[in-house]
C-alpha cells in the first residue's frame, strides 16, 4: 500500500511539475501546485455534483433510512463533499505542503475547519454581493471565488499544513 501511495504522489508531482516553468515567473512552485490540487479537485467535485444529481439521484429526492428525506442537490453535494473532502486532504498533505510537521490528526481537524469556513465564507460573501449590494450573481461569484481561494490558501498554509519555517516566518 505504501509504494502505491509513492507511485501516485510521485506521479501526481510529475505532472504538476512539468508545466510549472510555464507559470514560474507567476507564482511560486508552492503556489502553482495548491492552485492545481485545487483546481483538480474543483472539477472532480462540480463533475461528481452533476453525475449523480442528474444520473444518480435523477433530480429526485433521495429518501435516507429511518423515514429522512433528502433533496436531490443536497444529496449531490454530500456525496461530492465526501469524495472530495478526503481527495483535497491528500492533495494538500502530501503534494503541496508535504513538510508539514504537525501530526496527521491534526492536520486533518484543521483541514476540516478551513473548509468549513470556507464553505461559510462563501454562503456569507456570496448573499452580501447579491443581497445587499445587488451586484450580479456572475461578477459575485468571480470575486467571491478569488478571496475564498486565497482565504483557502492562507489558512492552509499558515494553519493547517503549517510548518517550522512557516512558523519561524511569521515571528
Not at 448573499?127 to 475564498?148: A, D, G, R
Request: glycine share 4%.
Amino acid at each position: 500500500m505504501r509504494q502505491l501511495h509513492e507511485n501516485i504522489k510521485a506521479f501526481i508531482l510529475r505532472v504538476i511539475d512539468f508545466f510549472y516553468p510555464l507559470f514560474k515567473r507567476v507564482m511560486p512552485l508552492q503556489t502553482f501546485r495548491y492552485a492545481v490540487c485545487g483546481g483538480g479537485n474543483t472539477a472532480l467535485n462540480l463533475l461528481i455534483f452533476a453525475a449523480s444529481y442528474n444520473y444518480l439521484f435523477q433530480k429526485q429526492v433521495v429518501y435516507l433510512p429511518l423515514g429522512m428525506a433528502m433533496e436531490p442537490h443536497i444529496a449531490a453535494y454530500a456525496l461530492a463533499f465526501m469524495v472530495t473532502f478526503p481527495s483535497g486532504f491528500y492533495l494538500s498533505m502530501f503534494v503541496v505542503f508535504p513538510e508539514s510537521h504537525l501530526r496527521r490528526r491534526i492536520q486533518l481537524f484543521r483541514y476540516l475547519l478551513v473548509v468549513l469556513g470556507s464553505v461559510i465564507l462563501n454562503y456569507l460573501l456570496l448573499k452580501t454581493f447579491v443581497e445587499v449590494f445587488h451586484w450580479y450573481p456572475t461578477p459575485s461569484m468571480i470575486l467571491n471565488t478569488i478571496l475564498v481561494v486565497t482565504f483557502s490558501y492562507v489558512s492552509q498554509r499558515y494553519f493547517s499544513f503549517r510548518t517550522k519555517k512557516t512558523l519561524n516566518q511569521e515571528v
